[in-house]
Protein backbone atom coordinates (compact mmCIF):
# COMPACT_ATOMS: atom_id res chain seq x y z
CA UNK A 1 0.00 0.00 0.00
CA UNK A 2 1.15 3.77 -1.21
CA UNK A 3 2.22 5.86 2.25
CA UNK A 4 1.24 8.62 2.99
CA UNK A 5 4.41 10.32 2.31
CA UNK A 6 3.98 8.70 -1.52
CA UNK A 7 0.50 10.43 -1.89
CA UNK A 8 1.60 13.66 -0.72
CA UNK A 9 2.02 16.63 -3.52
CA UNK A 10 4.36 18.93 -2.70
CA UNK A 11 4.43 23.17 -2.74
CA UNK A 12 5.88 23.09 -6.57
CA UNK A 13 3.78 20.43 -8.15
CA UNK A 14 0.32 22.11 -6.63
CA UNK A 15 1.42 25.26 -7.57
CA UNK A 16 2.57 23.66 -11.26
CA UNK A 17 -0.80 22.64 -11.53
CA UNK A 18 -2.57 25.25 -10.75
CA UNK A 19 -1.33 27.59 -12.89
CA UNK A 20 -2.60 25.31 -15.93
CA UNK A 21 -5.89 26.76 -14.91
CA UNK A 22 -5.17 30.18 -15.69
CA UNK A 23 -5.14 29.16 -19.42
CA UNK A 24 -8.58 28.35 -19.34
CA UNK A 25 -9.58 30.60 -16.95
CA UNK A 26 -8.50 33.44 -19.12
CA UNK A 27 -10.56 32.35 -22.11
CA UNK A 28 -13.76 31.60 -20.31
CA UNK A 29 -13.65 34.96 -18.19
CA UNK A 30 -12.87 37.06 -21.12
CA UNK A 31 -15.41 35.03 -23.72
CA UNK A 32 -18.08 35.73 -20.92
CA UNK A 33 -17.56 39.31 -21.58
CA UNK A 34 -16.12 40.08 -24.68
CA UNK A 35 -17.52 37.37 -27.19
CA UNK A 36 -20.92 38.02 -27.29
CA UNK A 37 -20.62 41.93 -27.02
CA UNK A 38 -18.22 41.51 -29.90
CA UNK A 39 -19.95 39.95 -32.35
CA UNK A 40 -23.66 41.39 -31.69
CA UNK A 41 -22.85 45.41 -30.86
CA UNK A 42 -19.52 45.90 -32.52
CA UNK A 43 -20.20 43.60 -35.54
CA UNK A 44 -23.93 43.70 -35.76
CA UNK A 45 -24.91 39.98 -36.22
CA UNK A 46 -28.34 39.28 -34.12
CA UNK A 47 -28.08 38.56 -30.80
CA UNK A 48 -30.21 35.67 -31.04
CA UNK A 49 -27.92 34.33 -34.14
CA UNK A 50 -24.80 34.57 -31.74
CA UNK A 51 -26.99 33.24 -28.73
CA UNK A 52 -27.68 29.71 -31.05
CA UNK A 53 -24.55 29.26 -31.67
CA UNK A 54 -23.31 29.20 -28.50
CA UNK A 55 -25.93 27.05 -27.69
CA UNK A 56 -25.63 24.65 -31.10
CA UNK A 57 -21.36 24.57 -30.63
CA UNK A 58 -22.24 22.46 -27.30
CA UNK A 59 -24.35 19.96 -29.57
CA UNK A 60 -20.71 19.12 -30.83
CA UNK A 61 -19.07 19.32 -27.34
CA UNK A 62 -21.36 16.96 -26.10
CA UNK A 63 -20.11 14.45 -28.18
CA UNK A 64 -16.18 15.50 -27.57
CA UNK A 65 -16.09 15.51 -24.45
CA UNK A 66 -16.74 12.14 -23.43
CA UNK A 67 -15.06 10.75 -25.85
CA UNK A 68 -11.61 12.98 -25.42
CA UNK A 69 -12.23 11.48 -21.90
CA UNK A 70 -12.41 7.94 -22.15
CA UNK A 71 -9.63 8.26 -25.04
CA UNK A 72 -7.42 9.65 -22.41
CA UNK A 73 -8.38 6.70 -19.85
CA UNK A 74 -6.86 4.75 -22.54
CA UNK A 75 -3.80 6.43 -23.43
CA UNK A 76 -0.39 4.64 -22.49
CA UNK A 77 2.92 6.54 -22.53
CA UNK A 78 5.66 7.48 -20.87
CA UNK A 79 4.42 10.26 -19.80
CA UNK A 80 1.03 8.82 -18.25
CA UNK A 81 -2.66 8.77 -19.46
CA UNK A 82 -3.69 12.77 -19.56
CA UNK A 83 -0.08 14.97 -19.07
CA UNK A 84 0.56 13.97 -23.12
CA UNK A 85 -2.41 16.18 -24.51
CA UNK A 86 -1.47 19.12 -22.39
CA UNK A 87 2.14 19.21 -24.60
CA UNK A 88 0.20 18.38 -27.91
CA UNK A 89 -2.96 20.63 -27.23
CA UNK A 90 -1.08 23.85 -26.21
CA UNK A 91 0.01 25.54 -29.36
CA UNK A 92 -3.63 24.84 -30.94
CA UNK A 93 -4.91 25.99 -27.85
CA UNK A 94 -3.39 29.72 -28.49
CA UNK A 95 -3.99 29.99 -31.72
CA UNK A 96 -7.63 29.13 -32.02
CA UNK A 97 -7.99 31.27 -29.57
CA UNK A 98 -6.81 34.34 -31.81
CA UNK A 99 -8.81 33.22 -34.69
CA UNK A 100 -12.38 34.53 -33.00
CA UNK A 101 -11.51 37.91 -33.19
CA UNK A 102 -9.18 38.27 -36.31
CA UNK A 103 -10.00 41.22 -38.17
CA UNK A 104 -11.58 39.99 -41.01
CA UNK A 105 -13.60 42.16 -43.61
CA UNK A 106 -16.70 39.67 -43.80
CA UNK A 107 -20.89 40.84 -44.42
CA UNK A 108 -22.62 39.71 -41.51
CA UNK A 109 -23.71 36.36 -42.83
CA UNK A 110 -20.35 35.30 -43.69
CA UNK A 111 -18.76 36.86 -40.60
CA UNK A 112 -21.58 34.77 -38.22
CA UNK A 113 -20.60 31.61 -40.19
CA UNK A 114 -16.63 32.78 -39.31
CA UNK A 115 -17.74 33.07 -35.84
CA UNK A 116 -19.59 29.18 -35.68
CA UNK A 117 -16.18 27.70 -37.39
CA UNK A 118 -13.44 29.20 -35.26
CA UNK A 119 -15.22 29.05 -32.60
CA UNK A 120 -16.25 25.43 -32.56
CA UNK A 121 -12.43 24.89 -33.61
CA UNK A 122 -11.65 27.01 -30.04
CA UNK A 123 -13.65 24.68 -28.13
CA UNK A 124 -12.62 21.25 -29.37
CA UNK A 125 -8.58 23.01 -28.66
CA UNK A 126 -9.77 23.66 -25.42
CA UNK A 127 -11.62 19.99 -24.90
CA UNK A 128 -8.10 18.75 -26.09
CA UNK A 129 -6.37 20.41 -23.22
CA UNK A 130 -8.88 21.18 -20.63
CA UNK A 131 -10.24 17.28 -20.52
CA UNK A 132 -7.22 15.73 -19.74
CA UNK A 133 -6.00 18.59 -17.15
CA UNK A 134 -8.93 17.72 -15.36
CA UNK A 135 -8.62 14.37 -15.62
CA UNK A 136 -5.26 14.27 -14.14
CA UNK A 137 -6.81 15.77 -11.02
CA UNK A 138 -8.34 12.23 -10.27
CA UNK A 139 -4.72 10.87 -10.51
CA UNK A 140 -2.53 13.17 -9.16
CA UNK A 141 -2.85 11.70 -5.77
CA UNK A 142 -4.73 8.39 -4.32
CA UNK A 143 -5.79 10.84 -0.89
CA UNK A 144 -8.62 12.94 -1.25
CA UNK A 145 -7.63 15.70 0.90
CA UNK A 146 -4.50 15.62 -1.88
CA UNK A 147 -6.52 15.53 -4.22
CA UNK A 148 -9.03 18.81 -2.85
CA UNK A 149 -5.87 20.38 -1.74
CA UNK A 150 -4.71 20.56 -5.27
CA UNK A 151 -7.70 21.59 -6.69
CA UNK A 152 -7.97 24.38 -4.12
CA UNK A 153 -4.78 25.44 -6.01
CA UNK A 154 -6.20 25.07 -9.18
CA UNK A 155 -9.69 27.17 -8.22
CA UNK A 156 -7.16 29.69 -7.17
CA UNK A 157 -5.59 30.45 -10.14
CA UNK A 158 -9.19 29.83 -12.12
CA UNK A 159 -10.14 32.95 -9.62
CA UNK A 160 -6.56 34.48 -10.62
CA UNK A 161 -8.25 34.48 -14.39
CA UNK A 162 -10.78 36.19 -13.46
CA UNK A 163 -8.79 39.09 -11.94
CA UNK A 164 -6.42 39.65 -14.68
CA UNK A 165 -9.21 40.13 -17.33
CA UNK A 166 -11.22 42.60 -14.56
CA UNK A 167 -7.96 44.90 -14.03
CA UNK A 168 -6.08 44.27 -17.24
CA UNK A 169 -7.79 42.71 -19.46
CA UNK A 170 -10.56 45.63 -19.59
CA UNK A 171 -7.65 47.96 -19.68
CA UNK A 172 -5.72 46.45 -22.64
CA UNK A 173 -8.93 46.44 -24.51
CA UNK A 174 -9.13 50.01 -24.14
CA UNK A 175 -5.49 51.04 -24.77
CA UNK A 176 -4.33 48.97 -27.28
CA UNK A 177 -7.52 49.71 -28.58
CA UNK A 178 -7.05 54.00 -28.85
CA UNK A 179 -10.38 53.94 -29.55
CA UNK A 180 -10.96 50.88 -31.45
CA UNK A 181 -12.68 48.67 -29.22
CA UNK A 182 -12.72 45.74 -31.84
CA UNK A 183 -8.85 45.72 -32.49
CA UNK A 184 -8.13 45.89 -28.40
CA UNK A 185 -10.32 42.81 -28.23
CA UNK A 186 -8.29 40.88 -30.79
CA UNK A 187 -5.06 42.25 -29.50
CA UNK A 188 -5.69 41.42 -25.91
CA UNK A 189 -6.71 37.90 -26.79
CA UNK A 190 -2.72 37.77 -28.52
CA UNK A 191 -1.49 38.36 -25.28
CA UNK A 192 -4.13 35.81 -23.38
CA UNK A 193 -3.00 33.07 -25.80
CA UNK A 194 0.80 34.07 -25.79
CA UNK A 195 0.55 33.46 -21.99
CA UNK A 196 -2.14 30.69 -21.71
CA UNK A 197 0.43 28.56 -24.00
CA UNK A 198 3.05 28.91 -21.44
CA UNK A 199 0.54 28.10 -18.91
CA UNK A 200 -0.57 24.73 -20.31
CA UNK A 201 3.48 23.45 -20.89
CA UNK A 202 4.38 24.66 -17.34
CA UNK A 203 1.56 22.49 -16.08
CA UNK A 204 2.78 19.39 -18.06
CA UNK A 205 6.71 19.50 -16.62
CA UNK A 206 5.11 19.96 -13.02
CA UNK A 207 2.95 17.20 -12.41
CA UNK A 208 3.31 13.81 -11.90
CA UNK A 209 0.41 11.29 -12.11
CA UNK A 210 0.53 8.46 -8.91
CA UNK A 211 -2.28 6.66 -9.43
CA UNK A 212 -1.38 3.89 -11.80
CA UNK A 213 -3.27 2.59 -15.00
CA UNK A 214 -5.89 -0.81 -14.54
CA UNK A 215 -4.98 -3.44 -17.10
CA UNK A 216 -7.72 -3.25 -19.36
CA UNK A 217 -10.85 -0.98 -20.06
CA UNK A 218 -14.47 -1.45 -20.59
CA UNK A 219 -16.12 -0.55 -23.37
CA UNK A 220 -16.50 3.13 -23.43
CA UNK A 221 -20.19 2.74 -24.26
CA UNK A 222 -20.05 0.65 -21.05
CA UNK A 223 -18.53 3.21 -19.39
CA UNK A 224 -21.32 6.04 -20.39
CA UNK A 225 -23.55 3.89 -19.04
CA UNK A 226 -22.13 3.67 -15.67
CA UNK A 227 -21.65 7.28 -15.35
CA UNK A 228 -25.44 8.15 -16.51
CA UNK A 229 -26.74 5.85 -13.86
CA UNK A 230 -24.57 7.57 -11.26
CA UNK A 231 -26.91 9.80 -9.03
CA UNK A 232 -24.20 11.65 -7.57
CA UNK A 233 -22.69 12.81 -10.92
CA UNK A 234 -26.18 13.97 -12.20
CA UNK A 235 -27.07 15.83 -9.17
CA UNK A 236 -23.63 17.88 -8.84
CA UNK A 237 -23.49 18.49 -13.20
CA UNK A 238 -27.11 19.68 -12.77
CA UNK A 239 -26.14 22.00 -9.76
CA UNK A 240 -22.85 22.73 -11.70
CA UNK A 241 -24.66 23.82 -15.06
CA UNK A 242 -26.93 26.11 -13.04
CA UNK A 243 -24.61 27.72 -11.10
CA UNK A 244 -22.42 28.69 -13.94
CA UNK A 245 -25.07 29.12 -16.07
CA UNK A 246 -26.24 32.02 -13.82
CA UNK A 247 -22.49 34.18 -13.45
CA UNK A 248 -22.01 33.75 -16.96
CA UNK A 249 -25.46 35.37 -17.71
CA UNK A 250 -24.46 38.11 -15.37
CA UNK A 251 -20.78 38.33 -17.30
CA UNK A 252 -22.26 38.35 -20.90
CA UNK A 253 -24.89 40.97 -19.94
CA UNK A 254 -22.64 42.87 -17.82
CA UNK A 255 -21.33 45.02 -20.90
CA UNK A 256 -24.50 45.72 -22.16
CA UNK A 257 -25.83 46.54 -18.61
CA UNK A 258 -23.54 49.46 -18.00
CA UNK A 259 -23.34 51.02 -21.22
CA UNK A 260 -26.99 51.13 -21.92
CA UNK A 261 -28.60 51.01 -18.27
CA UNK A 262 -25.90 52.28 -16.11
CA UNK A 263 -25.06 55.09 -19.07
CA UNK A 264 -21.41 54.35 -18.20
CA UNK A 265 -19.07 55.91 -20.77
CA UNK A 266 -16.04 54.01 -19.43
CA UNK A 267 -14.54 56.55 -17.42
CA UNK A 268 -12.31 55.04 -14.48
CA UNK A 269 -14.30 54.90 -11.19
CA UNK A 270 -11.08 53.96 -8.72
CA UNK A 271 -7.21 54.29 -10.21
CA UNK A 272 -7.34 53.19 -13.95
CA UNK A 273 -10.70 50.71 -13.47
CA UNK A 274 -13.95 51.83 -14.87
CA UNK A 275 -17.54 50.25 -13.82
CA UNK A 276 -16.89 47.27 -15.36
CA UNK A 277 -13.60 46.15 -14.40
CA UNK A 278 -14.43 47.08 -10.67
CA UNK A 279 -17.84 44.63 -11.34
CA UNK A 280 -15.26 41.72 -12.46
CA UNK A 281 -12.51 42.80 -10.82
CA UNK A 282 -14.79 42.20 -7.31
CA UNK A 283 -16.14 38.94 -8.14
CA UNK A 284 -12.75 37.37 -9.00
CA UNK A 285 -11.60 38.60 -5.32
CA UNK A 286 -14.79 36.97 -3.86
CA UNK A 287 -14.13 34.00 -6.14
CA UNK A 288 -10.22 33.85 -4.31
CA UNK A 289 -12.13 34.28 -0.74
CA UNK A 290 -14.57 31.04 -1.51
CA UNK A 291 -11.80 28.74 -2.87
CA UNK A 292 -10.40 29.50 0.29
CA UNK A 293 -13.02 29.37 2.46
CA UNK A 294 -15.00 26.62 0.73
CA UNK A 295 -11.33 24.20 1.04
CA UNK A 296 -11.20 25.35 4.50
CA UNK A 297 -14.66 24.36 5.60
CA UNK A 298 -15.01 21.25 3.49
CA UNK A 299 -12.75 19.61 5.90
CA UNK A 300 -15.30 19.73 8.73
CA UNK A 301 -18.17 20.48 6.52
CA UNK A 302 -20.33 18.11 4.34
CA UNK A 303 -19.61 19.48 0.40
CA UNK A 304 -22.89 19.45 -0.44
CA UNK A 305 -24.69 21.30 2.18
CA UNK A 306 -21.72 24.14 1.74
CA UNK A 307 -23.05 24.54 -2.37
CA UNK A 308 -26.41 24.90 -1.08
CA UNK A 309 -25.34 27.46 1.50
CA UNK A 310 -23.11 29.19 -1.75
CA UNK A 311 -26.22 29.27 -3.72
CA UNK A 312 -28.40 30.71 -1.28
CA UNK A 313 -25.31 33.63 -1.19
CA UNK A 314 -25.11 34.10 -4.47
CA UNK A 315 -28.83 34.31 -5.44
CA UNK A 316 -29.32 36.83 -2.33
CA UNK A 317 -26.50 38.63 -3.45
CA UNK A 318 -27.75 39.03 -7.11
CA UNK A 319 -31.30 40.75 -5.92
CA UNK A 320 -29.92 42.57 -3.59
CA UNK A 321 -27.55 44.34 -6.30
CA UNK A 322 -30.33 44.67 -8.35
CA UNK A 323 -32.62 46.78 -6.37
CA UNK A 324 -29.86 49.25 -5.54
CA UNK A 325 -29.61 52.46 -6.60
CA UNK A 326 -27.75 52.19 -9.87
CA UNK A 327 -25.31 55.22 -8.81
CA UNK A 328 -24.21 53.32 -5.77
CA UNK A 329 -21.05 51.68 -7.12
CA UNK A 330 -19.47 50.67 -3.25
CA UNK A 331 -22.66 48.98 -2.27
CA UNK A 332 -22.74 47.18 -5.57
CA UNK A 333 -19.54 46.38 -5.51
CA UNK A 334 -19.33 45.38 -2.37
CA UNK A 335 -22.29 42.42 -2.82
CA UNK A 336 -20.65 41.29 -6.01
CA UNK A 337 -17.73 40.47 -3.88
CA UNK A 338 -20.21 38.49 -1.84
CA UNK A 339 -21.44 37.09 -4.98
CA UNK A 340 -18.14 35.59 -5.94
CA UNK A 341 -17.58 33.91 -2.95
CA UNK A 342 -20.23 31.71 -3.79
CA UNK A 343 -19.29 31.20 -6.97
CA UNK A 344 -16.11 30.34 -5.27
CA UNK A 345 -17.34 28.01 -3.30
CA UNK A 346 -19.37 26.40 -6.33
CA UNK A 347 -15.80 25.81 -8.17
CA UNK A 348 -13.88 24.41 -5.60
CA UNK A 349 -16.23 22.18 -4.60
CA UNK A 350 -18.27 20.64 -7.50
CA UNK A 351 -14.74 19.83 -8.79
CA UNK A 352 -13.24 17.97 -5.91
CA UNK A 353 -16.83 16.36 -5.68
CA UNK A 354 -16.05 15.15 -9.19
CA UNK A 355 -13.14 13.40 -8.49
CA UNK A 356 -14.45 11.84 -5.29
CA UNK A 357 -17.06 10.50 -7.42
CA UNK A 358 -14.72 8.89 -10.24
CA UNK A 359 -12.98 7.06 -6.90
CA UNK A 360 -16.61 6.01 -6.02
CA UNK A 361 -17.09 4.78 -9.53
CA UNK A 362 -13.45 2.83 -9.48
CA UNK A 363 -15.06 1.56 -6.04
CA UNK A 364 -18.76 0.32 -6.51
CA UNK A 365 -18.09 -1.13 -9.97
CA UNK A 366 -13.95 -1.67 -10.72
CA UNK A 367 -14.03 0.75 -13.72
CA UNK A 368 -11.21 3.44 -14.30
CA UNK A 369 -13.01 6.22 -15.81
CA UNK A 370 -11.48 9.27 -14.11
CA UNK A 371 -11.06 10.89 -17.61
CA UNK A 372 -14.31 10.13 -18.13
CA UNK A 373 -15.98 11.10 -15.12
CA UNK A 374 -14.53 14.47 -15.72
CA UNK A 375 -14.39 15.35 -19.05
CA UNK A 376 -18.49 14.91 -18.46
CA UNK A 377 -18.17 17.22 -15.30
CA UNK A 378 -16.30 19.75 -17.81
CA UNK A 379 -18.85 19.63 -20.02
CA UNK A 380 -21.78 20.50 -17.83
CA UNK A 381 -19.65 23.70 -16.66
CA UNK A 382 -19.30 24.24 -20.19
CA UNK A 383 -23.10 23.30 -20.60
CA UNK A 384 -23.46 26.19 -17.99
CA UNK A 385 -21.25 28.71 -19.57
CA UNK A 386 -22.97 28.27 -23.19
CA UNK A 387 -26.47 28.60 -21.66
CA UNK A 388 -25.58 31.67 -19.47
CA UNK A 389 -23.93 33.10 -22.25
CA UNK A 390 -26.78 32.12 -24.94
CA UNK A 391 -29.22 33.90 -22.65
CA UNK A 392 -29.13 37.47 -23.10
CA UNK A 393 -28.33 36.77 -26.83
CA UNK A 394 -32.04 35.24 -26.57
CA UNK A 395 -33.66 37.26 -24.29
CA UNK A 396 -32.33 40.88 -25.89
CA UNK A 397 -33.52 39.44 -29.37
CA UNK A 398 -37.00 38.92 -28.59
CA UNK A 399 -36.84 42.54 -26.07
CA UNK A 400 -36.01 44.60 -29.10
CA UNK A 401 -32.17 45.50 -28.70
CA UNK A 402 -30.55 47.28 -30.83
CA UNK A 403 -26.95 47.30 -31.66
CA UNK A 404 -25.17 50.92 -31.26
CA UNK A 405 -28.51 52.70 -30.85
CA UNK A 406 -31.00 54.09 -27.93
CA UNK A 407 -32.68 50.86 -26.47
CA UNK A 408 -36.76 50.79 -25.69
CA UNK A 409 -38.03 50.27 -22.23
CA UNK A 410 -38.39 46.43 -23.04
CA UNK A 411 -34.92 46.06 -24.76
CA UNK A 412 -33.58 47.87 -21.09
CA UNK A 413 -35.68 45.44 -18.77
CA UNK A 414 -34.54 42.72 -21.32
CA UNK A 415 -30.59 43.46 -20.01
CA UNK A 416 -31.86 42.88 -16.22
CA UNK A 417 -33.74 40.34 -16.78
CA UNK A 418 -30.70 38.36 -18.17
CA UNK A 419 -27.82 40.50 -16.09
CA UNK A 420 -30.02 39.51 -12.40
CA UNK A 421 -33.73 38.01 -12.43
CA UNK A 422 -32.75 34.99 -14.38
CA UNK A 423 -29.32 34.32 -12.75
CA UNK A 424 -30.72 34.88 -9.26
CA UNK A 425 -33.93 32.17 -10.56
CA UNK A 426 -32.13 29.37 -11.58
CA UNK A 427 -30.45 28.88 -8.41
CA UNK A 428 -33.20 27.47 -6.83
CA UNK A 429 -33.23 24.32 -9.06
CA UNK A 430 -29.68 23.87 -8.29
CA UNK A 431 -30.15 23.93 -4.46
CA UNK A 432 -33.22 21.10 -4.62
CA UNK A 433 -31.22 18.99 -6.81
CA UNK A 434 -27.92 18.49 -3.96
CA UNK A 435 -30.41 17.42 -1.44
CA UNK A 436 -30.34 14.20 -3.66
CA UNK A 437 -26.29 14.05 -3.58
CA UNK A 438 -26.07 11.06 -1.44
CA UNK A 439 -22.12 10.31 -0.56
CA UNK A 440 -20.57 12.02 2.70
CA UNK A 441 -17.85 12.05 4.05
CA UNK A 442 -17.78 9.00 5.95
CA UNK A 443 -18.50 6.46 2.25
CA UNK A 444 -15.24 8.82 0.54
CA UNK A 445 -13.12 7.56 3.52
CA UNK A 446 -14.24 4.27 3.28
CA UNK A 447 -13.75 4.34 -0.56
CA UNK A 448 -10.48 5.88 -0.37
CA UNK A 449 -9.03 2.75 2.37
CA UNK A 450 -10.77 0.40 0.05
CA UNK A 451 -9.68 1.50 -3.56
CA UNK A 452 -5.38 1.40 -1.65
CA UNK A 453 -5.80 -2.19 -0.64
CA UNK A 454 -7.38 -3.02 -3.97
CA UNK A 455 -4.73 -0.98 -5.53
CA UNK A 456 -1.52 -2.48 -3.74
CA UNK A 457 -3.04 -6.03 -4.11
CA UNK A 458 -2.69 -4.97 -8.00
CA UNK A 459 0.38 -3.60 -7.88
Not at 203 to 229: H, M, Q, Y
Not at 404 to 412: D, F, K, N
Request: charged residues 15%; glycine residues 10%; hydrophobic residues 55%.
Amino acid sequence: MATAAQNKIGLREKLGYGVGDLASGLYVNFFSVFLFYYFADLAGIAPAAIGLMLLVTKLIDAFTDPMTGALADRTRTRWGRYRPYLLLGAIPFGLTGVMIFAPVDLEAGALLIWAYVTYTMCMLAFTAVNVPYGGLLGVISPSAAERASATAYRMFFSALSGILVGILGTTLVRELGGGDEARGIFLTMCCISAFAVFCILTAFASTKERIPPSPSNGSIIGDVGVLIRTRPWIVVAISAILGVTAIASRASSARFFYKYVVGDDGTPVFLFLDRLALFLTALALGQISGVIIGNLLQRKFEKAHLLIAAGALKAGGIMIFFILPLDAVWPQTFVQFLVGIGFGFLMVLSFSMFTDIAEFIDWKSKLQMTGLVVSASIFAVKAGIAFGSAMPGLVLGVTGFVAQGEQSGSALMGIQLAFAIIPAAVMMPAAIALLFYGLNRDTIAKVEDELAIRRAAIT
